[in-house]
């Protein structure tokens, strides 16, 4: 059984957020706040908890920002220190990757998740690695990743991520088949990206966090279309599964698309209410919105 341990997280921000301009005129959707942190350092925060040791971004043009935010700054630790402000200076220092722990890369043309995804073949190389999709926020007791990492521990091969969905969205996701197996880890029997409505095999679908072998980027490379006109990465993992394990990992906590607005909005409310800090002004204030 192959355990080779999971160092590396691939982050696919190149996207444009055309569903949330005017908002990401000059902003990448990434960078768009749920509380008090963007979307991407949630997801990154998620990767670091499970273990994970170096960040690939696989970016595009307008997403400098991006790298910034995970750079340390200079002036501003230097102004922080002089006001002796000692717990910004913590949180920063917590959030901020080791040196030489992050890699950037350019999808140079939006051809789809699966090419987003080859374009990290160099740098991942030849190890198993996790994939993390930056609009799918997910809160639970414990992080979804952390969870796969346990189930990946025991079985090796490869996991995804699955939720259940309502029977009328499993059109817009990947859905994979268990078998109506209960189990929160089970073997996948059959994984389809966005079925024609009526046609899905289940109501699991896929929450955007995976855990994959490097044999992926070989079916990568031969940069088939499928759904959408688009280089899927769905249809490669179906390739690879007939060689390789899969195995589903439900995530049991609540799964926000922030990629929409609703899911934006959905994931503040959830997120701000999780918030020690927050949670009781913070209910106070919806509450009084609502009453
Ligand atoms: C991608 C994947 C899909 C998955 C979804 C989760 O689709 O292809 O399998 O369910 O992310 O957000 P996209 O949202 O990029 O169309």
Redesign the pocket.
């Known amino acids: 059984m192959n355990t080779k341990r999971i160092r590396k997280a691939v982050f696919p921000v190149a996207g444009l957020g055309t569903r949330f301009l005017p908002a990401t005129r000059a902003i990448p959707k990434e960078m768009l706040t749920v509380v008090d942190r963007p979307v991407i350092q949630h997801v990154v925060d998620e990767a670091r908890a499970a273990g994970i040791e170096h960040f690939v971004f696989i970016t595009g043009r307008n997403k400098h920002v991006i790298e910034d935010h995970f750079d340390r700054q200079f002036e501003l630790e230097a102004t922080l220190r002089g006001r002796g402000k000692e717990k910004e200076l913590a949180i920063l220092d917590a959030d901020t990757p080791a040196a030489g722990a992050t890699s950037f890369t350019r999808q140079q043309v939006p051809l789809g998740?699966g090419h987003a995804v080859w374009c990290a073949r160099d740098i991942i190389g030849d190890e198993p690695f996790a994939l993390l999709?930056p609009?799918?926020l997910h809160l639970g007791a414990k992080p979804c990743l952390a969870e796969m990492m346990e189930a990946y521990n025991q079985k090796g091969g490869n996991h995804i991520g699955v939720y259940p969905v309502a029977e009328d969205e499993t059109n817009q996701?990947?859905i994979v088949d268990i078998s109506g197996s209960k189990e929160k880890v089970a073997p996948i029997a059959r994984m389809v990206?966005k079925p024609a409505k009526g046609t899905a095999p289940s109501n699991l679908?896929?929450?955007?966090r995976y855990i994959l072998q490097p044999a992926i980027f070989d079916l990568l490379a031969k940069q088939e279309r499928g759904a959408g006109g688009e280089i899927?990465?769905?249809d490669s993992m179906v390739t690879l599964a007939k060689s390789e394990p899969f195995y589903s990992v439900r995530f049991d906590g609540k799964v926000y698309?922030t990629?929409s607005k609703l899911g934006f909005l959905a994931a503040n409310v959830a997120y701000g209410l999780a918030n020690k800090d927050l949670a009781g002004d913070f209910r106070a204030i919806i509450d009084a919105h609502l009453g």
């Open positions: 998740l999709l609009d799918m996701y990947g990206e679908a896929i929450s955007g899927q990465l769905t698309d990629g």
